[in-house]
């Protein structure tokens, strides 16, 4: 079965902290996996989009890392500020059909204090 | 910023109620997809369109029913309203191809049958 497990639920940090998220995934055949940043009440916004051959990719203070081996992903803010405090979300897409097929984590919800 | 918009941001309503919700992109998007989220949940596939007059339920079960008329528009209806339906619903559109085209949210419209 086609999951995506997303660790930790929930998490807070201070501001200025650095942390990561984790997103294991078994999605078959692996397509590209994407990290959402959702702020509540609203839709998500992506952040990256990694393919099979990606290990990393930085989008500002965001760098999401992927190993396609072991079908692991992370996503690591570096200097958190209080903006960041939001569902950050990994989705994994197949390669099995033309809709590519996007499976969601539930995602991580991130709280940054002052 | 992506140009896909949801109206309305809020509704609630009581059971029994038909209701619309709207969503229209102005990117010219072929596919375009709704999703319904729980509060610390992951979304699921309601609804989806690879253009007009081409509609497909998705993952999950849902009573509601969509249209594609026009390439911008992608309308979502519910014929009597039920508590359960309570949810916030989100539109998101993709362009065309496959692999890591993106794929943009709208704000999503939270919906609170009493």
């Not at chain 1, 999401?64 to 950050?88: G, M, V």
């Not at chain 1, 996007?102 to 995602?107: D, T, V």
């Not at chain 2, 009597?80 to 993106?102: D, K, M, N």
């Given at each position: ?10 998490l ?50 965001y ?18 500020q ?33 | ?110 919906l609170?049958?009493?």
């Amino acid at each position: 079965k086609n999951q995506v497990e997303q660790s930790p639920q929930s998490l807070i940090i201070l501001e200025g902290k650095n942390c990561t998220l984790q997103c294991n995934y078994t999605v078959s055949p692996f397509s590209n996996l994407r990290w959402y940043k959702q702020d509540t009440g609203r839709g998500p916004v992506s952040l990256t989009i990694m393919t099979f051959s990606e290990n990393t990719k930085s989008n500002g203070r965001y760098t999401a890392t992927l190993d396609a081996d072991t079908k692991q992903s992370s996503l690591h803010i570096t200097a958190s500020q209080l903006s960041d405090s939001a569902s950050y979300i990994c989705v994994v897409s197949d390669r099995g059909s033309t809709l590519g097929r996007l499976y969601f984590g539930r995602g991580t919800q991130l709280t940054v204090w002052p | 910023e992506a140009d896909i918009y949801q109206t309305p941001r809020y509704l609630v309503i009581g059971t029994g109620k038909k209701i619309t919700l709207e969503c229209s992109q102005t990117m010219g998007h072929d596919k375009m997809y709704w999703y319904q989220q729980d509060p610390g949940m992951e979304l699921h596939l309601i609804h989806y369109s690879y253009g007009v007059n081409s509609t497909e339920k998705g993952d999950l079960s849902s009573e509601s029913t969509v249209s594609r008329i026009r390439t911008e528009h992608f309308p979502l209806t519910l014929e009597s309203a039920r508590p359960s339906h309570t949810s916030q619903y989100l539109c998101a559109s993709v362009s065309g191809g496959t692999g890591s085209t993106e794929q943009y949210f709208g704000p999503g419209t939270r919906l609170t049958v009493t």
